[in-house]
């Protein structure tokens, strides 16, 4: 099953997407996550009765994020990009021991989620928009301490995330030791539809989904790679999630980025700005096998960008 929400005459709807793109309505007024928890029996039979009431291409809908998540984990599970990334900050330029140890993660903000085709306002103070391609996992119901042999029951489906990123700001904000924050609280992505785990059957290979992944800039293609290469797959993420901690139904488990699927790591890469940040105007676009595509259009700035002052000194080397 692909499984969606759009906006139809003002109101939320909960639909499928069949493999000829079209959108069918399902009658139903359970959500997402409420008809995929359903027996297999009363799926089926709540999905044989679609597209009664609405049937269209999906090409005319106007799709809302699949989910509405109370808490998103963006994980950085792709050797390649951080060996890429690494290339351009201080130290060794290798990859940490400790990123080989366990698949480290941070919260991103729910709120900031975007419709899958929304236009994405230019983020106040950055000259360094940025793109990451990326896969995301659905959690189906309540999971904490999940065995890895258990974990695949605990996956609703997939789907696309792009979590985009201001990394001039990113860059300086990290100098405090701390992880991202206004760098990326301000847009995320999701959709167009969620993928059940069933529906990608054909394209597993082992213990990893095999899921070709594009992203282009204004029609040009800038990069390309597989969900085979993760380092973990989404079972190992969402085992590492769960440990000793709650993780929701329809909660984030995001890949991070791939090879190739952020300007950021070209950026790394060659040491020059090429190709250059996203500037107003611009369209990304990613698709990945069997989860569609999503698109959005970079648009004049909304936000006045209020700032804070810069901090009131309390200490110095004196006081000791």
Same mark, same amino acid.
């Given at each position: ?25 399902? &009658?139903? !007024?359970?959500?997402? %996550? +409420?008809?995929?928890?359903?027996? =297999?029996?009363?799926?089926? /039979? ?95 119901? &309540?999971? !904490?301490?999940?065995? %890895? +042999?258990?974990?695949?029951?605990? =996956?609703?489906?997939?789907? /696309? ?101 952020? %300007? ?57």
């Amino acid at each position: 099953m692909k499984i969606a929400r759009y906006l139809h005459n003002g109101f939320a709807h909960v639909g499928v997407v069949t493999d000829h793109g079209r959108l069918l309505n399902l &009658p139903t !007024r359970l959500s997402v %996550l +409420e008809v995929l928890a359903l027996p =297999i029996g009363e799926r089926n /039979l709540i999905e044989a009765q679609a597209g009664r009431l609405f049937n269209t291409s999906i090409d005319k809908v106007h799709f809302l994020p699949p989910v509405e998540p109370r808490a998103m984990r963006d994980f950085v599970a792709f050797e390649a990009h951080i060996a890429g990334m690494k290339k351009s900050e201080g130290g060794t330029g290798k990859i940490p021991q400790a990123w080989y140890d366990v698949p480290v993660f941070i919260f991103m903000n729910p709120w900031s989620v975007l419709d899958p085709n929304a236009d994405v306002p230019m983020p106040p103070h950055t000259k360094a928009l940025d793109f990451e391609l990326e896969v995301a996992a659905i959690v189906l119901k &309540p999971a !904490r301490d999940v065995s %890895l +042999e258990n974990a695949g029951e605990f =996956i609703a489906g997939y789907t /696309l995330f792009n979590d985009w990123s201001a990394r001039d700001i990113q860059r300086h904000e990290m100098s405090v030791g701390l992880g991202p924050s206004k760098g990326k609280d301000f847009a995320n992505t999701i959709g167009p539809w969620i993928t059940t785990p069933d529906e990608l059957a054909k394209y597993r290979k082992d213990d990893r989904l095999d899921l070709e992944m594009t992203v282009s800039v204004n029609g040009i293609e800038i990069g390309r790679d597989s969900t085979k290469n993760m380092s973990w797959n989404f079972e190992e993420l969402l085992v590492h999630a769960s440990r000793d901690a709650m993780v929701g139904p329809g909660d984030v488990l995001a890949s991070g980025t791939c090879s190739g699927g952020a %300007l950021s790591e070209k950026w790394s890469r060659s040491g020059t700005q090429n190709p250059p940040p996203l500037q107003v105007g611009d369209v990304v676009e990613m698709t990945v096998t069997g989860l569609g595509t999503i698109r959005n259009r970079i648009v004049e700035t909304k936000s006045p960008g209020h700032m804070a002052p810069p901090a009131k000194r309390t200490y110095s080397e004196d006081m000791l």
